[in-house]
Structure formats: C-alpha cells, structure tokens
T-cell receptor
Framework: GAVVSQHPSRVICKSGTSVKIECRSL??????MFWYRQFPKQSLMLMAT?????????EQGVEKDKFLINHASLTLSTLTVTSAHPEDSSFYIC???????????FGPGTRLLVL | GDSVTQMEGPVTLSEEAFLTINCTYT??????LFWYVQYPGEGLQLLLK?????DKGSNKGFEATYRKETTSFHLEKGSVQVSDSAVYFC??????????FGSGTRLLVRP
C-alpha cells in the first residue's frame, strides 16, 4: 500500500525557535497533502490543504504566518511552525492523496514539545 | 457544521469478545463515512468505508453499516484479537473532500 513518512517523529525545541516538519509520499505522487493537528484525547483537526505548486488553503482559525506550508514537489510537503510557543505543543499529522481524493494516506505523526 | 461523535474509551475486552464502537454524525447532505485505525507508532490506516445509505463496509472481520435514519456508523467485530488493540477513528468526508474525525476510541484486548 501507499506509504507516507514524516520527519522527525519527535522534536523538542525552545520557545521562540522555528521547527520544520517534513511529509513525504514514498511510492506515489501526491497532488494534495493535508496537515492535521491532534491534541491529547481529541480529534484530528484539519489545519490546511496544500496542492503541489500552489499556496496552501488554511482552515478558519489557523494562522498562515504561524504555520508555513510548502508543497514544492509531488512527494514532499513541509510544515514550519514559526516562533513556536508552548501552546503549539501537539501531535502533527500529514496525509497525502494520489489525486482522486478518494483515499488519504496518513503519516505516523510528529510530536512537538515546545519548552 | 459537520461533526462526528464516537464513544469515549478506553474499551477493554477479553480476546474473542464481541466489539461495538459507537459512532454518530451530523452532516448536511450525504457524506461518505470511514473508520480508520491507528496502531502504536504508526499512521492512520483506512479500515473500511461506506459511501451511501445502507452500505456495509467490511475488512479484517470488522463491519459497519451506514444508517441514515439514525445517522450512525457503528463499528463491530464478532471476535476480537489482541492484535486489534489500537485507536479507532470514525470520520466523514464532507462535500469539499475534507475529513472530519471523531475523537478516537482506544481498544485494549487482553489475552
């Protein structure tokens, strides 16, 4: 089946620094990638949808200048949390779809802890 | 807006017990419905889906039926195994192809 990887799996950073999370589709070309955030014992919340070569579409309430998304190729999307603060600590999950948007393939997630 | 509600966990069962995880939804129109499973340290995997009323999705012994009249999509399995221990997410896909998830239910199966 289709595989999506994320790197890093876990990151700890100091408040005020920026953190980049990578999402890769390993064996298919992903025309669309999604970024989700999951708080403990809560649902996955969609943050943004990114299409290769175009600007990401952010969900209401998600700061686009805070969460920078780049989808530079058909196999890679990055999420950069800029000037991270403790309230940004969360589990970030990406997913990718090969084009028909019928099925999303999920990465294993990245746990971010901001001290 | 659209939403999904599923039973809180954890659900703890003995091996070979019957499993039901309740899921209800609120949506405009007729969304597609999904169950995803997340094993420890892995990404979410699609378990089964149903795209219209009265459809039954099934996979690996799990089943769920799309019930429009009760807006439900309960997950069932007749005999669980230890290897079924995981977190299960119910989700709907809205008209713009976005997935909306429930909060997840952790299942723990004891030998």
């Amino acid at each position: 089946g289709a595989v999506v990887s994320q790197h890093p799996s876990r990151v700890i950073c100091k408040s005020g620094t920026s953190v980049k999370i990578e999402c890769r589709s390993l064996d298919f070309q992903a025309t669309t990638m999604f970024w989700y955030r999951q708080f403990p014992k809560q649902s996955l919340m969609l943050m943004a949808t990114s299409n290769e070569g175009s600007k990401a579409t952010y969900e209401q309430g998600v700061e686009k200048d805070k969460f920078l998304i780049n989808h530079a190729s058909l196999t890679l999307s990055t999420l950069t949390v800029t000037s991270a603060h403790p309230e940004d600590s969360s589990f970030y999950i990406c997913s990718a779809t090969p084009g028909d948007q019928e099925t999303q393939y999920f990465g294993p997630g990245t746990r971010l802890l901001v001290l | 807006g659209d939403s999904v509600t599923q039973m809180e966990g954890p659900v703890t069962l003995s091996e070979e017990a019957f499993l039901t995880i309740n899921c209800t939804y609120t949506a405009t129109g007729y969304p597609s419905l999904f169950w995803y499973v997340q094993y420890p340290g892995e990404g979410l995997q699609l378990l089964l889906k149903a795209t219209k009323a009265d459809d039954k999705g099934s996979n690996k012994g799990f089943e769920a039926t799309y019930r429009k009249e009760t807006t439900s999509f309960h997950l069932e399995k007749g005999s669980v195994q230890v290897s079924d221990s995981a977190v299960y997410f119910c989700a709907l896909r809205d008209s713009s192809y976005k997935l909306i998830f429930g909060s997840g239910t952790r299942l723990l199966v004891r030998p």
